[in-house]
C-alpha cells in the first residue's frame, strides 16, 4: 500500500525548544506547519537550563514570559559558584547578567529552568499537528516543494509530507544535514559528557548560598527544579555500562557528605562544536543544534537557535504569503551564520576560562591554599556578562536598509552591549509606559515608531501589501533614538531596526519602495 500523503506549508522536524518556538511562531503568522520529532515524548533531561534575556523577551512577545518566569528558580539562583566539593565553601562566583537581576536594557529578566520545565509551556503554546515517533528517513525536493518520507517508529508505517518548505531543528547529529550532505566547520567533539539525574537532601550546602550551577573538582551539580532534585554532569567514564552511578555522585559529593543518592536518569552525549557551512539548501532551512552546536558553558546554545527561528519564521510567513520574494529567504543565512561564528568563539573561550579556573584552584590547593581561600575569577566581566552577544547582535543583509557606509557588527568581545538605532541591530528598550516597552510593540507586522504616526499614516494609506503598524515614539525618546522631531525608525517583525529617517517624513512611495526591497517583494 502507498503511503499516506500530508500536505502542510512548513514541516518543522525535531520538537525541542527551537521547534516548538518555530511552531508558535508560524502559527501566529498564519502559516500551517506539521512537527515531526522521533521521539515518543518531550525529552525527560533537563538538558539547556539557561533561558537568556533575548528568548524571554521573545517569550513576551508571543504571551509566555510570565509562565515560564513562575515555573522557573528565583532570581537569586542566577548565580555560579566554585567549590572544591559541594560542601566547601565558594571560592569564587559570579553573577549571571540579565538573570540574578533586572537589567535596564531589557523588559524581561532571563531564568533559570531545565529544559524539560520549558518544553510543555511551548507545546501548548500553538495547535499545529504534532506527530510523536514519527522519523524522517528521506528528502526529496521538487520544483515548488519538498517531499519528506516519514516512519513510524512504533507501527513502521510510512507517511509522506509534501511542504512548501522544511525546517530542520533535528539537533546536532541532524539527519536532514546528514541527507543533504552540507559540512561543518568548528572543533567538532569536545569529549563525551554524561548527565545523572539524582536525588539526594543537599539543602544544608546549599540552601542559604543557591546557585544555577555548582562547579567542583570532580563535576558540575545543577539543581534541577525549585521544588527539588538535581544532576550532575562530568566526562564518561571508559565503560559506562559498569559505572556504579550512585557510588561516583556519593564521591563527587566529597568524602564524609554522608548522603544517600537515587539515580533516576542517566544520559550520554557529545558535546560538540561546530557550525554548519550552510544554513540554507533551496527550500530546506537549518536551525537550531542542526546549524550550530555550541559548548554548554555560558548557556548561549539554546537561546541561539530561538534567534535563529525568531529571525526565520516572519520571512517564511512573507514569502508564503506573498507579499515577500523567495529571495528574501537567503538573508536568514546571510544574517544568522555569522553570529553563530561569534556565538561558538564566545562558548568555546567561556569553557577555556573555567578550565583555567579550575587549574588555578588545582595549583593553588597543590602549593597549601585552604578551601576557605578565594582566588580571582579569570573573567570577571565576560563568563555569563554576554549582554553584547545577546542584545547586541546587528545583521547587515538585503534586509536591511543601511544609513550610512558602516555594516553593522556585533560587539567582539559579547560582553558590552551599547544601545543603538543604527539599522541592523535590535530596537532598543524604552519604556512608553510603566509597564510598555517599545519592544512590546512589534509583532506580525513591520512597526513604524514616529513622534506623529497620524501624520505617517495618511501618507501611507496605499500601502494593503505589507502588514505595517504605526506606533507614536514618546518625544523624551527621539534623541536617545538619534531622531529629530520629524524622523522614524522602520521595525522588522523580529525587532531589528530595518530603516531610520533621521528628519524626514518618507512619502507615500518611498515606505512602497523600502518594504519592496526589504521584502524582495516583486510590487513595487
Known amino acids: ?17 527551537v521547534g516548538l518556538t518555530a511552531r508558535a511562531l508560524l502559527e501566529r503568522w498564519g502559516v500551517r506547519a506539521l512537527l515531526v520529532e522521533k521521539h515518543h515524548q518531550l525529552s525527560p533531561f533537563p538538558r539547556s537550563r539557561l533561558v537568556n534575556v533575548r528568548s524571554m523577551e521573545i517569550f513576551r512577545q508571543l504571551g509566555l514570559a510570565d509562565g515560564i518566569t513562575a515555573a522557573a528558580f528565583a532570581p537569586e539562583y542566577g548565580r555560579i559558584r566554585f567549590r572544591d566539593t559541594l560542601y566547601d565553601r565558594d571560592f569564587a562566583t559570579a553573577a549571571m547578567v540579565g538573570v540574578n537581576a533586572p537589567v535596564p536594557e531589557s523588559p524581561v529578566t532571563g531564568v533559570v529552568t531545565s529544559q524539560d520545565r520549558l518544553e ?26 519538498v517531499g519528506a518520507l516519514l516512519v513510524d517508529r512504533h507501527s513502521g508505517d510510512e507517511t509522506r509530507v509534501r511542504a512548501r518548505y522544511v525546517l530542520a531543528a533535528d539537533g546536532a547529529n541532524s539527519t536532514i544535514r546528514q541527507l543533504l550532505g552540507i559540512d561543518t566547520t568548528g572543533p567538532g567533539s569536545l569529549g563525551g559528557v554524561t548527565t545523572v539525574v539524582f536525588d539526594a537532601d543537599l539543602h544544608r550546602w546549599c540552601a542559604r548560598q543557591p546557585a544555577g550551577v555548582y562547579f567542583t573538582a570532580h563535576g558540575s551539580f545543577l539543581p534541577l527544579y525549585p521544588e527539588g532534585g538535581w544532576a550532575w554532569f562530568a566526562p564518561t567514564p571508559e ?21 544517600r543518592v537515587e539515580v533516576l536518569r542517566v544520559q550520554h552525549w557529545v558535546m560538540n562544536a561546530f557550525v554548519a557551512e ?7 532551512l537549518l536551525a537550531g543544534d542542526a546549524a550550530h552546536a555550541i559548548p554548554i558553558i555560558g548557556g548561549l546554545g539554546m537561546n541561539a537557535g530561538i534567534a535563529d527561528v525568531h529571525n526565520l519564521c ?17 538573508t536568514y543565512e546571510n544574517e544568522r551564520r555569522p553570529v553563530a561564528h561569534q556565538t561558538l568563539r564566545q562558548a568555546v573561550a567561556n569553557t577555556q576560562l573555567l578550565l583555567q579556573m579550575q587549574n588555578r584552584r588545582r595549583d593553588q590547593l597543590q602549593s597549601g591554599g585552604a578551601a576557605a581561600d578565594r582566588i ?6 565576560e563568563y555569563f556578562a554576554q549582554l553584547g552577544l545577546v542584545l547586541g547582535v546587528a545583521y547587515h543583509s538585503d534586509a536591511v536598509l543601511s544609513d550610512n557606509a558602516t555594516p553593522p557588527e556585533p560587539s567582539d568581545s559579547g560582553t558590552d552591549y551599547v544601545p543603538t538605532t543604527e539599522p541592523g541591530h535590535r530596537m532598543p528598550h524604552l519604556w512608553l509606559t510603566p509597564n510598555s516597552s517599545t519592544l512590546d510593540t512589534f509583532g506580525e507586522w513591520f512597526t513604524l515608531l514616529a513622534p506623529d504616526p497620524a501624520h505617517w499614516e495618511q501618507q501611507a494609506t496605499a500601502i494593503p501589501t505589507w502588514p505595517l ?5 514618546p518625544h523624551e525618546h527621539i534623541g536617545l533614538c538619534g531622531l529629530r522631531p520629524h524622523g522614524a525608525l522602520l521595525i522588522r517583525p523580529d525587532g531589528h531596526i530595518a530603516a531610520r529617517w ?6 507615500d512611495a518611498t515606505l512602497r519602495h523600502v518594504l519592496a526591497t526589504l521584502t524582495h517583494s516583486p510590487r513595487p
Not at 533621521?502 to 512619502?507: A, E, L, V
Open 376 to 381: 580571582e575569577l579569570p573573567w570577571s566581566e
Open 278 to 284: 550552510r544554513l540554507r539548501h533551496d527550500r530546506i
Open 120 to 145: 510543555p509551556t511551548l507545546l501548548a503554546a500553538a495547535d499545529a499537528q504534532v506527530r510523536f515517533g514519527a522519523e524522517l528517513i528521506d528528502l526529496a525536493e521538487e520544483t515548488d516543494s
Open 502 to 507: 533621521r528628519d524626514h517624513s518618507p512619502s
Open 239 to 259: 565503560d559506562p555500562a559498569r559505572a556504579d552511578w550512585p557510588g561516583l555522585v556519593s564521591r563527587a559529593l566529597g568524602p564524609g557528605a554522608e548522603v
Open 314 to 330: 516572519w520571512k517564511l510567513a512573507g514569502v508564503l504569503h506573498g507579499w515577500a520574494g523567495p529571495s528574501l529567504l537567503e
Open 1 to 17: 500500500m502507498p503511503a499516506a500523503i500530508t500536505e502542510t506549508d512548513v514541516l518543522i522536524v525535531g520538537g525541542g525548544p
Open 469 to 473: 503598524h504605526f506606533e507614536p515614539l
